[in-house]
């Protein structure tokens, strides 16, 4: 981020031999600032640099930019120098940078926040393990009788909704009605063979021809209606 200060304060020679950075950075350095006229650096030197060569893109931000010429500025050029050759050096000024003082303080606190995240997990884990042990405790006894309890009531649910359907209450209704007619044919022959007096078979069997023909009508409007 610092070559385009350093081009036109040190020699060429110099900073491939002492600098740690790689060669092809400090020739892009060194060749990236264009030349002005009546410069001392470029005919003390004697280095030739081309005028119509762009500077290389770069993805300092513009306000970042600003905040390092600001600091690089008022540095002399063995200060420059050396931050070409002292790796030291160029981290300790990298690293006081605002933005980088920013970057630094949010990773901290995003590492600090992913412990203490870990640490609360790591804690609740016997309370996981006690609450694991419990739910396979419940599915195993009471999910177990609760279910068969479930399949009984299910089981008499059927067969109430089987018992009650139109089917089954037209199928009961002529049983009934056919076991009407019998009762009053068994009574009308205890007449005959004189089991019974008059006066008691003219009332039970009165009742049972009434209980009969409500019952015939009945059976036969629930067929009309199941059947329509």
Excluded at 23 to 45: A, D, E, M
Excluded at 92 to 115: A, G
Excluded at 168 to 181: C, F, N, V
């Amino acid at each position: 981020m610092f070559k385009n200060f350093w081009g036109s304060q040190a020699r060429p020679q110099e900073m491939s031999t002492n600098s740690w950075y790689p060669s092809s950075v400090i020739s892009s350095s060194s060749s990236s600032r264009p030349t002005t006229p009546g410069s001392s650096t470029s005919s003390s030197f004697g280095v030739s640099r081309p005028t119509d060569r762009p500077n290389s893109s770069s993805n300092v931000s513009p306000a970042e930019a600003a905040g390092i010429i600001a600091m690089l500025k008022d540095k002399s050029v063995d200060e420059l120098r050396k931050l070409l050759s002292d790796k030291d050096a160029y981290q300790n000024l990298l690293h006081s940078l605002e933005p980088v003082k920013t970057q630094n303080r949010v990773r901290d606190e995003l590492r600090n926040e992913t412990l203490q995240l870990a640490r609360e997990n790591l804690e609740k884990e016997p309370r996981i393990m006690e609450l694991r042990n419990q739910c396979r405790i419940i599915r195993t006894t009471e999910l177990a009788a609760a279910q068969e309890k479930f399949h009984e009531l299910e089981r008499k649910k059927d067969e109430n909704l089987k018992y009650y359907s139109p089917s089954s209450l037209i199928h009961r209704l002529q049983d009934a009605m056919i076991k009407t007619e019998e009762e009053s044919e068994a009574l009308h022959r205890q007449l005959l063979d004189r089991e019974v007096d008059l006066s008691a078979f003219v009332q039970k069997y009165k009742k049972m021809r009434h209980t009969y023909h409500k019952r015939t009508l009945t059976h036969l409007a629930a067929k009309t209606c199941a059947t329509s």
